[in-house]
């Protein structure tokens, strides 16, 4: 058990310096100096003397590079990331604690629906077949999943929010409510997250349901599939117990590939239907140049992915007792 | 052994006319082909012949096991005066395991590698008996473990974390848990060496004596076969070709192919003989013959083997052969 | 000709995936002869709806919108394709080197392909390209290739190693082929779906992928192709001003190609893991299968009935 997470962990710790070295080498490799850049974005926000401070937390110090990549990592991990230009003087990490909170709204959200729904269909769509759902749903559902998402938020967006006016398509909540824990404002938020979380869910639903059909199909073959059923269980718990318990262990694997796709889609959707979540701030510091908060932003969307991604493993180690050492 | 067990025996399943199909395409293929005979109460009747021969698939059809693209297109299975081909699925439900268990070809790949030991022999117990409490079924497993000779705290372990002869014997248990009437068992010991085959078959002759059950064991092993059943059916290319007394089969064999299987082994008793074999391949089945499926690879073969399909002939109240020459 | 038809039997998604997508090609290719005007030109007045003359409408500009998703076609296709190419090419050097190697290599090279495989790949290039300033479609398509590979490599690498384990390839090291000829001789032509499979799979992540980078405004705004028909749809407010076809016209094209490198991906797979194909024989198994069941039940019930008059 130790073995298998120690190098999943360092997988990730090594995943986690790939991103700093990359943030760290970006603005160096670049051609121009990206401090005149920001200089002139900032459009007179900052004070020359304020500049020379931020070079310095970035490690834009005079000396070989492995001071300044020392310095670097120093200046990350003291916590600090900086002020964001757009914001000036915002701290970095301010603003994504305050856009963080949404965007773990759609992900978890779209995530818990599209995993429950699209692992029991798969199930089902496997158990049944070339039955009716089997053949309409497990392609068509797939084919939805390959939509892009930008395309799919757009329809929607069209649709429910613009041609039948059923939802609000803009922010995350009404800004003439006051954010609090009433029922107004909650049903604020949930009205203005149903349409993001709805292209979520059908651009999500697809992957797990194919994976978990084609796992079962082939889990389906074994040997302990026919002993279950030679036992006399019930043929749901064959199903569950015997064959969906073993088939969900490699849709568990493939759990990356799907984090990756979730975080494009946040990205795109919250442009799409102007969500305050990290996705939509890292496209603002973009046509900002605001480099400190889209390299705070990059470094936190890289550490929770790789957070989901040691989750997933956990659940791992919890389903296959093969990986626990007796 | 074999005479006077046989005689004092009761019929405890009947299996009359059993034709099994696969569907390859638009096309049919015909595994096992009119096979009839009878499991005794409290008999071991082994089941022989070349891997392909359709033992396994008949083996899979006695409870309804048959996965697509199998099917079982004619016959009836009589246990206790019903046939169990004609049941649903609640009725398959009840009468699987708890009265017919099946010990499978692999233990490496029977045993569900994700749930306890503990658990595989609990949800067997517990759907056949909703009434039992958890310590009952505790008890029940533990106790099964000792029979099959594995130590009882192993219980909470998983598959893995057991050997290749212990799976075996693990899968052992989960088939006796019920106590059942029939065991089936397909080719129980081919995957283990011959030290580990050893220990098995006493302890399944043990097990045998003190609880009474019979056993259908199906295997290519002869020499095996030899020291448990009482009687042997042998099949060819889906058909049975031979049904006699082990010791009938063993040293008075009529069929050619019987001799030709019986000729392939060494000597239990350790006499010297050649080991003949049987020369060519098993037969296509796409592709029947008109006359006797055997006469291609047959060396006693005549013309009238070629014309037409022997019928199985009664030797003796115990001995049927399926021959040309025997008639 | 044979074996195309063999091919295509009984693999529906196959052959309706490649017919989208050699349509799709035929189209982009024809772009200059079948395009009734230059789309890059303003040739009607703004945001026109569908008409005889323009058939899908105007854009903003006054382009012509069925002019302008031909000629992006040739945009998005070339730097699916290429960079499909580089992730597949890559994913089969690092995937079979690292099955036939084995030792270190391996170690190193699935360490490479597990850390690549947990980074968020988007966002990086999103960051990579902003810093890069405005991307041409040959920086995306590179860019886009040197990030699509780890989830080839990896199942690359497992079916080479399930390869090697087979006969021939130890009957050829027995002989005592060189390695390289056991790869390119053996291995690799054993890989071919998988190989395929994962082309489509990479180039349908690089259509999505630089049609989301140029959405999103990282692209070359001047050039055009599909993301960027997209960009300036949504700049330009066209959903909500009413001109649907702006935004609409070039979403379809993306998706309908998306979906038919999805569906060739799909046919793909059926090939490399044949338990997936055939569920019409599966129903005609279960129609017969059920009739033998209803007849065993009839049979069993007339007898009931007979038996029951025997005894009363």
């Keep these: 058990m130790g073995g298998y997470l120690s190098s999943r962990l360092f997988y990730y710790i090594a995943a986690f310096a790939v991103a700093l070295t990359f943030n760290f080498l970006l603005p160096r490799l670049m051609p121009g100096d990206p401090f005149e850049i920001m200089f002139a974005a900032s459009q007179g926000k900052i004070q020359p003397a304020q500049l020379e401070v931020l070079k310095e937390q970035f490690g834009f110090v005079s000396g070989p590079w492995h001071v300044q990549f020392w310095e670097y990592i120093k200046g990350i991990f003291s916590g600090d990331l900086g002020p964001s230009l757009i914001y000036y003087p915002t701290p970095v990490t301010e603003i994504i604690a305050g856009s963080m909170p949404w965007t773990l709204l759609l992900a978890g959200v779209s995530s818990f629906i599209s995993i429950t729904v699209g692992l029991s269909l798969g199930i089902f769509a496997a158990y049944h077949r070339g039955g009716k759902l089997d053949s309409i749903a497990s392609p068509g559902l797939t084919l939805l999943g390959a939509f892009p998402q930008m395309v799919s938020a757009m329809l929607i967006l069209f649709l429910f929010g613009l041609h039948l006016d059923w939802l609000p398509i803009s922010y995350g909540y009404d800004p003439d409510i006051d954010a609090g824990w009433t029922l107004e404002f909650f049903l604020s938020v949930a009205s203005h997250a149903a349409l993001p979380l709805l292209t979520l869910v059908i651009s999500g639903l697809g992957g797990w349901l194919f994976l978990m059909r084609n796992s079962m199909i082939n889990t389906l073959g074994e040997d302990y599939i026919t002993m279950g059923k030679a036992k006399g269980l019930s043929g749901r718990r064959v199903m569950v117990q015997y064959a969906a318990r073993n088939a969900i262990l490699p849709v568990v694997t493939a759990v990356a590939l799907n984090i990756g796709f979730l975080v494009a889609g946040l990205l795109i959707i919250e442009m799409i239907f102007n969500y305050p979540g990290v996705g939509n701030m890292m496209l603002t510091a973009v046509s900002g140049r605001d480099y400190p908060l889209l390299q705070g932003l990059l470094l936190t969307i890289v550490g929770c992915v790789l957070v989901a991604n040691f989750l997933a493993d956990l659940a791992y180690l919890w389903l296959d007792p093969r990986l626990r050492k007796s | ?327 | 000709m044979k074996s195309i038809f063999a091919f295509y039997r009984g693999n529906t998604p196959a052959l309706m995936g490649s017919i989208i997508v050699f349509t799709f090609i035929l189209l982009s290719a024809l772009a200059p002869w079948i395009a009734p005007y230059d789309a890059e030109k303003r040739v009607a007045r703004g945001h026109q709806p569908p008409s005889a003359e323009h058939i899908l409408g105007t854009t903003r500009s006054g382009k012509d919108v069925l002019s302008q998703v031909l000629y992006a076609g040739r945009i998005s296709l070339t730097v699916g394709f290429a960079s499909g190419l580089i992730a597949t090419v890559i994913a089969v050097l690092l995937g079979v080197t690292s099955a036939y190697v084995g030792g270190r290599v391996d170690a190193f090279l699935m360490f490479l392909t597990n850390v690549f495989l947990v980074l968020p790949g988007l966002p990086l290039i999103v960051v990579l390209a902003a810093f890069l300033g405005e991307v041409g479609p040959l920086s995306i398509a590179l860019i886009l290739g040197l990030f699509g590979w780890p989830g080839g490599a990896r199942v690359m690498r497992a079916q080479a190693l399930s390869i090697r384990e087979k006969e021939f390839v130890t009957a050829a090291e027995v002989i005592g082929e060189s390695k390289w000829r056991i790869v390119v001789v053996e291995i690799l032509p054993n890989m071919v779906s998988l190989i395929v499979g994962t082309f489509t799979g990479a180039a349908l992540g690089a259509v999505m992928g630089q049609a989301a980078l140029e959405f999103i405004g990282l692209g070359d705004p001047n050039v055009i192709s599909w993301g960027t028909m997209l960009f300036w749809a949504q700049n330009n407010s066209a959903l909500i001003v009413g001109a649907w076809w702006d935004a609409i016209v070039p979403g379809v094209a993306i998706a309908v190609f998306a979906m038919g490198l999805a569906l060739l991906n799909m046919g793909m797979d059926q090939i490399s893991n044949p338990q997936l194909k055939g569920s019409k024989n599966l129903k005609q198994w279960k129609k017969l299968n059920d009739e033998l069941q209803a007849n065993r039940k009839k049979k069993q019930e007339s007898r009931k009935i007979a038996g029951e008059v025997v005894e009363g």
């Design chain 2, 1 to 327: 052994m074999s005479e006077q067990s046989v005689k004092q025996s009761q019929p405890l399943m009947d299996i009359r006319g059993l034709s099994v199909e696969y569907l390859v395409g638009d096309r049919r293929l015909r595994a096992v082909d009119n096979v009839s005979f009878t499991i005794n109460k409290g008999e071991t009747v082994g089941l022989a012949g070349e891997s392909g021969c359709g033992k396994s698939t008949l083996a899979f059809a006695l409870t309804k096991l048959q996965k697509p693209p199998a099917l079982i297109v004619e016959g009836e299975v009589i246990f206790d005066g019903k046939d169990v081909l004609a049941f649903d699925e609640e009725e398959l439900r009840r009468f699987r395991w708890k009265e017919t268990s099946v010990v499978f070809q692999s233990a490496m790949n029977c045993l569900n590698p994700v749930i306890s030991i503990n658990q595989q022999i609990c949800d067997v117990l517990r759907v056949h008996n909703p009434a039992m409490n958890r310590g009952e079924l505790q008890d029940r497993a533990r106790e099964l473990l000792r029979i099959v000779g594995i130590h009882p705290d192993r219980l909470n372990q998983y598959p893995h974390q057991f050997s290749g002869g212990m799976r075996q014997r693990a899968v052992l248990a989960i088939s006796l848990a019920l106590k059942p009437q029939l065991i089936i068992m397909d080719e129980p010991t081919t995957a283990l060496d011959v030290v580990v085959e050893r220990e098995i078959m006493d302890q399944l002759s043990e097990l045998k004596e003190q609880f009474g059950f019979s056993i259908l064991l199906i295997s290519h092993d002869l020499s095996l076969m030899g020291e448990i059943t009482d009687r042997i059916a042998v099949m060819y290319a889906g058909k049975l070709v031979e049904i006699a007394p082990t010791e009938d089969v063993l040293f008075r064999p009529q069929h050619p192919y019987t001799k030709g299987l019986v000729n392939s082994f060494p000597d239990l008793l350790g006499e010297k003989k050649e080991l003949t074999g049987i020369a060519g391949n098993p037969m296509n089945l796409f592709n029947p013959p008109a006359g006797c499926y055997f006469e291609e690879r047959c060396p006693e073969s005549t013309e009238q083997c070629k014309k037409s399909d022997p019928t199985l002939i009664t030797l003796n109240s115990q001995h049927k052969a399926k021959c040309h020459l025997l008639s």
